[in-house]
């Protein structure tokens, strides 16, 4: 079975791209994947050492992603780019992580542009030899539009689409890359 893991980048409880990230997760389901989610607002993961081999939760959280066939990165936008969270994450990923691994991206902004974010998410995961997939989720006000709690829901139609769609072509992809 093809599985899915996704990734939140954000430390908030109540946290938009967390809940996004559910609903692409659940179109994932739907399409018949496996599915679990690293909410890195709950882990221990110090920061990043490279002299350090295993730290906090580091070991299992790069095995859930070396094991995934596809993931979806989310991430709130700060300064313009992705979380410092979600960058100390990622910092303790290499390739060996993605290989052969389809990766969609999400970014959720308060008020601002999530443009220059998705590049630095493309940018970062091609060098670590990742398939990042062509569609993308940008959602601008995130707030107004993505419901936080027990059942995460998106309220605008677009949007909504647009995130489930994301869900469905990482597994699509994932089959692919798995052969």
Known sequence: MTRIVAVSGSRSADSTTRAALSVALDAAADAGAETGMIDLGTVDLPLYHPAEDVQGDSERLTRLVREADGVL?????YHGSYSSTFKNFHDFCGSDEYENTAVGLLATAGGGSYGGTLEHLRS???NVH???V???VGIQGASRYVETGEEPRITDDDLRRRTETLGRVVT???ERLRG
Do not use: C, D, N
């Open 172 to 174: 699509e992809h994932a």
């Open 134 to 136: 062509p569609h993308e």
């Open 124 to 126: 970062t995961f091609r």
């Open 130 to 132: 990742a398939w990042t």
């Open 73 to 77: 990165a989310g991430t709130p936008v």
